[in-house]
Nanobody
Framework: QVQLVESGGGWVQAGGSLRLSCEASGRTFSRYAMGWFRQAPGKEREFLAA???????YYSDSVKDRFAISRDDAKNTVYLKMNGLKPEDTAVYYC?????????????????WGQGTQVTVSS
């Protein structure tokens, strides 16, 4: 089992930045690929970014120019730096872990999920 706990969400004005963190506990963090998703009210959960255990990054086209994923295996933590935030970025943000790696990053590809952290962007 892997337990994931997100933090760093909050309220920010449009154009601002936030950095989300996700700390993992349980099995060896460095053996998992990590991803970030978000879900807005009434919408499906959306993939944003992922990073493999060998540090390859993969992004959704919708955020690749504004968001950056990184990981610190010594701290068992994955980060999502978000710049140029827009009101449409308002959502609950989730981190997730998977033991495989591919270009497919649907919800079904991930094995473990955090509880989510709310991000609200005001105009």
């Amino acid at each position: 089992q892997v337990q994931l706990v997100e933090s760093g969400g909050g309220w920010v004005q449009a154009g601002g930045s936030l950095r989300l963190s996700c700390e993992a506990s349980g099995r060896t963090f460095s053996r998992y690929a990590m991803g970030w998703f978000r879900q807005a009210p009434g919408k499906e959960r959306e993939f944003l970014a992922a990073i493999s255990w060998f540090y390859v990054e993969y992004y959704s086209d919708s955020v690749k120019d504004r968001f950056a994923i990184s990981r610190d295996d010594a701290k068992n933590t994955v980060y999502l730096k978000m710049n140029g935030l827009k009101p449409e970025d308002t959502a609950v943000y989730y981190c997730a872990a998977r033991s495989t790696w591919s270009r497919r990053h649907s919800v079904a590809e991930y094995d473990y999920w955090g509880q989510g952290t709310q991000v609200t962007v005001s105009s």
